[in-house]
């Protein structure tokens, strides 16, 4: 599908604004100033951008303890988010959800999750709620997705909400990104299945796709044509699995003994989705270099602004301590 230059522009400032998100985090990591875990998402950019750029604030996604790129894709505040992770009672969930628990209801986005699995039965949940809502005027859907890794296609909670979905016809997309590794263990060792994720959700009764995560044009594409068909009222759910890479570890301070020699270089030379966007978009003449050059100075300074009001943002205090515990409805 030929996107306009207005569209190509907007996916490119997304990907940047995510990876430079990502890789100021893994420099402000060890200044000991950000508490808790941290797993970043540089590499995967693709796939939240080409996912989130067909949704609306009607479709909801969960999801994991990788959460900042979707966080971003679907339109959360750059800066909010930041403030979050620096446990700021200015971030999104006033500092208490951090890196791992950042969500916008707003915007969609029911929550990252630290528990690898968890985000799956929430997305079927939210999806029944969107079927009960029924179709908007023009016969479609509100959609939720579960993005999940190739770890969480090995937990019960995730085949139980494929189970379900399938059983309720609820408007669910399940996105595996297969980056490989499981925390740290290669995917052809932990996933028992001589094809792909894909063939598992198959087996529950749901129609799949397959793409390449290093390729916007592919995620993009091929998400638009699995959007098409779980939007439509009787269809019932759908997965896809991209295949896709992670440039750092599973946690900031991973060692990443795991990986071959060499490894990590290869993938930032020939998988690199934002490389492979530009090469793409400035070989068919559809942006050139010098608007994608803009675009990265313009993710710079957005990035810059941001850590500089985090650090400056107020802190919780004690008498904070039992806001959003409890809920009145």
């Known amino acids: 599908m030929q996107l306009n230059r207005e569209a190509l522009t907007r996916a ?3 990907m940047k604004l995510i990876r430079e998100f990502e890789e100021r985090l893994h420099e402000e990591i060890q200044t000991g100033e950000i508490a808790g875990f941290t797993h970043l998402y540089c590499g995967q950019e ?7 750029e067909h949704l609306t604030d009607r479709d909801k996604i969960v999801s994991t303890h990788r959460g900042h790129g979707h966080c971003l894709a679907k339109g959360c ?5 930041m403030k979050e992770i620096w446990g700021s009672q200015e971030g999104l969930c006033n500092g208490k959800g951090g890196s791992m628990h950042i969500a916008d209801i707003d915007k969609g986005m029911l929550g990252a999750n630290g528990i690898v699995g968890a985000g799956a039965p929430i997305a079927v949940g939210a999806a029944l709620s969107n079927k009960i809502d029924g179709p908007d005027a023009e016969g479609k859907l509100a959609v939720a997705i579960a993005f999940s890794g190739d770890g969480a296609c090995n937990q019960g909670t995730t085949f139980e909400a494929m189970n379900l979905a399938v059983v309720t016809k609820a408007p669910t997309i399940f996105v595996f990104e297969n980056n490989h590794y499981s925390e740290h263990t290669g995917v052809d060792y932990a996933v ?3 094809r792909d994720i ?3 959700a198959e087996a529950f009764g749901m129609k799949v796709w397959r793409a390449d995560g290093t390729d916007f044009f592919a995620v993009y594409d091929t998400f638009r044509d699995v959007l098409e068909y779980v939007r439509t009222p009787g269809n019932g759910p759908a997965a896809v699995e991209f295949d896709t890479e992670r440039f750092f570890g599973h946690f900031e301070g991973d060692p990443q003994r795991y990986r071959g020699e060499g490894e990590l ?3 930032r030379a020939e998988r690199d989705c934002i490389k492979i966007f530009r090469a793409k978009v400035s070989g068919a003449a559809l942006l050139d270099e010098a608007d994608l050059d803009s675009l990265d100075t313009d993710a710079l300074s957005a990035i810059e602004n941001a850590v500089t009001a985090s650090r400056a943002a107020a802190r919780p ?5 039992l806001d959003n515990v409890y809920i009145s409805y």
């Not at 693709?46 to 989130?52: E, F, M, N, Q």
């Not at 505040?77 to 988010?81: L, S, T």
């Not at 205090?317 to 301590?321: A, G, H, I, L, R």
Request: aromatic share 4%.
């Open 12 to 14: 490119y400032r997304q």
């Open 46 to 52: 693709a796939v939240a951008v080409g996912v989130c």
């Open 77 to 81: 505040d750059v800066e909010g988010m």
């Open 192 to 194: 028992g299945t001589t």
């Open 198 to 200: 894909a063939s598992r």
């Open 265 to 267: 270089d290869r993938l």
């Open 317 to 321: 205090q004690p008498e904070n301590v």
